[in-house]
């Protein structure tokens, strides 16, 4: 990386010839490499001395191209670890009235899905999973975790926890988990969704190829059975320069508002 910046910051005078101020130059420099795939969304600007000495330039024209850049949005700067390269990732809109896969999400925007298996199979129950799925400390859990990735962007983290006598085999699952539930009469009908905005940790990130400390969105889901039992219990780390949730809300009428209150009084 460190040679590729020298060759991408080496001599400003030489590569951008004729007049205009050093730090529009840089500017235009910058905005190429980034056009061309030569510094990739998520990646980190050599430090402002570093991009002086290479480009034999001063910090002040640096700095001024830099701050034109993080005020149009090409790059960002978090405080305390340097200037960045913004994602240029379209978020993709996510409803959250209805319960579908991810799969399945994707598939209706024509998106080619993928996953990459962080790990498939049956283990002994953590208390957490014990309480969401009503288990019994004799009674093992199915685990898949895997990344999901679109257009090959990855997208999010799932971890899905199920009973193992729900899920015996969770190698079958080579796609949708809700299409393996579906033939043996196990889909979810309803689910219970929290999102929490969270902070990524280094693995996470380095998994979702973005930087750590980058925000993520959280969605723990318990999902349920026509009959009301437990099936699912997912927890997934989203990234949240690529994913967005929609939730409409409706203002409730005036009979409806009476009713309430009716019942408030009874």
């Known amino acids: 990386?460190?040679?590729?910046?020298?060759?991408?910051?080496?001599?400003?005078?030489?590569?951008?010839?004729?007049?205009?101020?050093?730090?529009?130059?840089?500017?235009?420099?910058?905005?190429?490499?980034?056009?061309?795939?030569?510094?990739?969304?998520?990646?980190?600007?050599?430090?402002?001395?570093?991009?002086?000495?290479?480009?034999?330039?001063?910090?002040?024209?640096?700095?001024?191209?830099?701050?034109?850049?993080?005020?149009?949005?090409?790059?960002?700067?978090?405080?305390?670890?340097?200037?960045?390269?913004?994602?240029?990732?379209?978020?993709?809109e996510q409803y959250l009235t209805q319960l579908t896969s991810f799969t399945e999400?994707?598939?209706?925007?024509?998106?080619?899905?993928?996953?990459?298996?962080?790990?498939?199979?049956?283990?002994?129950?953590?208390?957490?999973?014990?309480?969401?799925?009503?288990?019994?400390?004799?009674?093992?859990?199915?685990r898949i975790s895997r990344l999901r990735v679109a257009n090959e962007t990855p997208m999010a983290i799932e971890r899905a926890a199920l009973a193992a006598s729900v899920l015996p085999r969770p190698e079958d699952v080579t796609t949708s988990l809700y299409a393996v539930l579906a033939a043996s009469g196990n889909r979810p009908v309803r689910a219970i969704q929290r999102i929490s905005a969270a902070i990524l940790k280094e693995n996470d990130a380095r998994i979702l190829e973005v930087q750590p400390g980058s925000a993520s969105l959280n969605i723990e889901r318990i999902s349920y059975l026509e009959s009301g039992k437990v099936i699912e219990f997912t927890r997934s780390i989203y990234r949240a320069d690529a994913y967005e949730f929609i939730a409409e809300l409706r203002l409730s009428g005036p009979s409806e508002q009476s009713a309430e209150a009716a019942g408030a009084v009874l």
């Open 1 to 92: 990386m460190a040679d590729s910046m020298r060759v991408i910051f080496a001599d400003i005078a030489a590569q951008s010839p004729g007049g205009g101020p050093l730090y529009v130059k840089l500017k235009r420099i910058i905005e190429r490499a980034v056009d061309r795939g030569l510094i990739k969304s998520g990646d980190a600007l050599p430090p402002e001395r570093e991009i002086a000495s290479m480009a034999d330039v001063s910090r002040v024209t640096v700095r001024k191209a830099v701050q034109e850049l993080v005020k149009e949005g090409l790059l960002i700067q978090r405080h305390g670890s340097g200037t960045f390269v913004a994602s240029r990732v379209k978020p993709v």
């Open 105 to 142: 999400d994707m598939a209706r925007r024509g998106m080619i899905v993928r996953s990459e298996w962080l790990d498939r199979g049956i283990y002994a129950p953590s208390p957490e999973e014990m309480v969401a799925l009503g288990l019994t400390s004799g009674e093992k859990v199915a």
